[in-house]
């Protein structure tokens, strides 16, 4: 089973959507969590890191539910520019960050 | 530009043959990651630099990789007798502070193609 898992979509959704990712990890020792996002041949860039209260920067929404070991992010009122694909990351104690698959969003005019 | 700069961009080599890619961190930032990235997937993780002191690889990492981190400035990643399971993009990222923060700021890649 691999670490951290994700569906790789690819989400087709109509400009002013909401939509929802979820990221299932599987090492219970993990800490910390993060999104990044991935524009199509470009590098990965640090979205947002996952609270364990949830936090929200704008129109994007971090979820951690330990107990089912599963982060979430939530995008409202999507944008033609949200189109990217999104990686979820976990960490746990000095090991190195371990990233998802990714999910592949599309948003569509 | 003060982010992570990382040449060449693009290499295409044969079969056998030895590349090598480097990366320039962000100034001051002490962590330095190594990872690679195929086509569908997320990034994998290789190899990590604390300063100048290689702190842990992975077992992605083969004998034929081989990565260095002179004076805890720049880095090399090299790659010797390629593979073509070896053509990926190189991406290396950096992270400020001596902890894991999970933060990294990574340069645009080194796509390399193996025919």
């Known amino acids: 089973r691999k670490e951290v898992e994700q569906d790789p979509g690819p989400f087709n959704v109509p400009e002013g959507a909401t939509v929802a990712f979820n990221c299932t990890y599987s090492n219970s020792a993990s800490q910390s969590f993060f999104w990044y996002r991935q524009d199509c041949r470009k590098e990965p860039k640090l979205l947002m890191s996952?609270?364990?209260s949830g936090n929200e920067d704008g129109r994007f929404t971090a979820q951690l539910n330990r107990a089912s070991q599963y982060i979430s992010l939530l995008i409202r009122d999507s944008k033609l520019s949200d189109s990217a694909t999104y990686l979820c990351g976990t960490l746990s104690g000095n090991t190195p960050l371990v990233f998802g698959k990714g999910t592949r969003l599309s948003v569509i005019a | 530009d003060t982010g992570v700069s990382q040449n060449p961009r693009h290499k295409i080599t044969k079969r056998g043959q030895n590349v090598t890619f480097r990366c320039d961190p962000i100034s001051e930032h002490n962590r330095l990651y190594w990872y690679r990235q195929t086509l569908g997937q997320g990034p994998e993780f290789l190899t990590y630099f604390q300063n100048e002191a290689q702190l842990e690889k992975s077992r992605l990492l083969s004998d034929r990789f081989s990565a260095e981190r002179p004076k805890g400035s720049f880095s090399t990643l090299e790659i010797q007798r390629t593979e073509q399971g070896d053509s990926a993009m190189y991406l290396c990222?950096?992270?400020?502070?001596?902890?894991?923060?999970?933060?990294?700021?990574f340069g645009e890649g080194s796509r390399l193609t193996v025919l």
């Open positions: 996952v609270y364990s």
């Open positions: 990222a950096t992270e400020t502070g001596g902890w894991n923060t999970g933060e990294l700021f």
